[in-house]
Structure formats: structure tokens, C-alpha cells
């Protein structure tokens, strides 16, 4: 059986991007701490479920609208940044409200809600549809179906960010659990880098 070596090359690259620290490991930290592991998982589905819209979108030309129209671009990047940030808001507010003692127990919260966080963190950010824009192309061959190979890179993708986010989500859970005071800090500086990677994110010029 033949290997395809775009495959590996891909696998090998998007390996070392998924495992980067970004708004992906940031609020899968927030929610970690925030609403539990099972919360984190279904977030980090919510993640990796945006993927193959990025890719479909890159397939059909539909991402080229954001690379080539500045308002475009405005539109979802200010919204992808308000959202962060709504979110890094409300983490950076809950840690100087919740109880984190021995007897704290995660706030629970619906599994649509914490998919929602991770779907529209995603979808909602200019900088993943023009990566796929650029990146996926190149391991397109000729012959291939552009659609279908593109549905597959975006599926090796999620399948290491649904192997990656919840490892880090568990390393996160037992490091909060076995250092004190450490959750209630976790929280506030996955809250800021929220913030931050909002504020970054408005910036971003295509």
C-alpha cells in the first residue's frame, strides 16, 4: 500500500500547529476550570466541528470573499474578536465570584452551550478560513476532488484537535485540583489571554 507523503507532510504540520497555544487551548482552559471536563470535551468538538465549514468554505471559493473584501473580512474578524472577549470578560468575572474551595464543584451547563462555545469560537475567526484559504491548496493534487480532499485534511485536523484539547483539558482539571489557589489563577489568565487573543484578533490585518 502506497503512503501519500502530503498526507504525513500534513499530519506533521497541523500536529505541531494544534498543540501551539491559541484561542483553541485558552477556552478549553476556561471552561475546564469553569464547567468541568466533560464541558471541555464538548467545547473541544465544538472546535473541531468548525473545521470542515472552513474547509468546505475554502473548497467552494467562499473564503476567497474574506481574503478579497475588506469589509468582509471587518465583519467577521470584529465579530470573532467581540466574542473572545465577551468571553474572556465573563471567565476573568466568574473566577472573583465562584467559590474555589476543596468543596467547589464545576458550574454545569448545557452540552449545546458548551459545543456553541467552541463552534462559533471557530467559525467566527477570519485568521482559520484564510489559513485554510492559503494552506489546504497544497496538498491538493490535479486530479484530486478539491471538496473531498479538503474534507479529509479538515478531518485529520480535528481528529488531533479531539485527541490534543482534551488531554490539555485533563492536564488543566488535575493541575487545579492538586495546586492550591492555582484554579482561581488559571481561570483569570485563561480569562485574559481571551481578552488578549480579542484584542489581537481586531488588529489583524488580512
Do not use: C
Amino acid at each position: 500500500m502506497t503512503i501519500d507523503g502530503s498526507l504525513l507532510a500534513f499530519t506533521g504540520i497541523v500536529a505541531l500547529l494544534t498543540v501551539l497555544p491559541g484561542a483553541d487551548m485558552a477556552l478549553v482552559a476556561k471552561v475546564t476550570l469553569n464547567e468541568g471536563r466533560r464541558a471541555a470535551f464538548l467545547t473541544s468538538l465544538g472546535i473541531t466541528a468548525g473545521l470542515p465549514i472552513h474547509a468546505t468554505a475554502s473548497a467552494l471559493g467562499l473564503s476567497i470573499v474574506l481574503a478579497t473584501s475588506a469589509e468582509a473580512f471587518t465583519v467577521v474578524k470584529v465579530a470573532g474578536a467581540g466574542y473572545l472577549a465577551y468571553l474572556g470578560i465573563r471567565t476573568l468575572r466568574d473566577s472573583f465570584r465562584r467559590d474555589f474551595g476543596p468543596s467547589a464543584t464545576p458550574r454545569r451547563t448545557k452540552a449545546a452551550g458548551a459545543f456553541a462555545q467552541g463552534f462559533l469560537t471557530n467559525v467566527l475567526n477570519p485568521k482559520v478560513a484564510l489559513f485554510y484559504l492559503t494552506f489546504l491548496p497544497q496538498f491538493i493534487a490535479p486530479g484530486d476532488s478539491v471538496l473531498a480532499k479538503s474534507l479529509l485534511l479538515a478531518g485529520i485536523h480535528a481528529g488531533l484537535g479531539l485527541v490534543w484539547l482534551p488531554l490539555y483539558a485533563l492536564a488543566i482539571d488535575r493541575l487545579g485540583r492538586l495546586v492550591e489557589g492555582a484554579r482561581r489563577w488559571l481561570e483569570r489568565v485563561s480569562g485574559g489571554a481571551l481578552i488578549g487573543l480579542g484584542v489581537r484578533l481586531a488588529f489583524e490585518r488580512r
